[in-house]
């Protein structure tokens, strides 16, 4: 029967206020996840299984790897009605599936996990401190940065244009 495989789904409860302070909240407690998660075996694991088929210290393969990984093998599923969730990296990858913040959640961990530095980038599109979306930039070791956004059926280095809204953690 399907549900012998479905993961445990315990987690916490967070009070995350209304506004772009909900946002900052939403934004700081993904950080504290990757930074959890990042040092766990199973999710370096992953990370390091991803990269098997790469050439070694190819940074834009590497990265590429794992971020098509998350955007072509993680499903976009919605949070529940008119609540915020956030789920753990491990969940996720259990799972298969999450929205946007958990997909860079994801990635992020993972990149992290193999010595990538990442940011979180949040956006609006529709009015000025309205934010709508989160996504990835990966830093390479020139101290440049790469946009990942593992939610849109989009490559390396794409995020959409022109937000009203943004900032980076």
Do not use: Q
């Not at 996840?33 to 098997?52: C, G, H, K, S």
């Not at 259990?94 to 959640?105: E, H, N, R, Y």
């Amino acid at each position: 029967m399907l549900w012998n495989h479905v993961p445990d789904l315990g987690g916490c409860l967070y009070a995350i206020p209304d506004g772009a302070a909900g946002i900052r909240r939403t934004i700081r407690i993904m950080r504290e996840l990757v930074n959890r998660y990042r040092v766990d075996p199973m999710i370096r694991a992953r990370a390091i299984t991803l990269l098997r088929l790469t050439p070694s210290k190819d940074e834009p393969s590497e990265i590429r790897v794992i971020f098509e990984f998350v955007r072509d093998h993680i499903r976009y599923v919605r949070d529940v009605v008119d609540t915020e969730t956030i789920a753990t990296p491990d969940k996720v990858l259990a799972l298969g599936a999450g929205d946007c913040d958990d997909k860079a959640t994801l990635l992020a961990t993972l990149l992290e996990s193999v010595g990538y530095p990442t940011r979180f980038a949040v956006a609006g599109y529709s009015a000025p401190n309205v934010f709508e979306h989160v996504y990835v930039r990966a830093m390479l070791s020139d101290g440049s940065f790469v946009s990942l956004d593992p939610s849109e059926p989009n490559g390396l280095g794409w995020h959409a244009p022109n937000p009203v809204a943004y900032f980076e953690e």
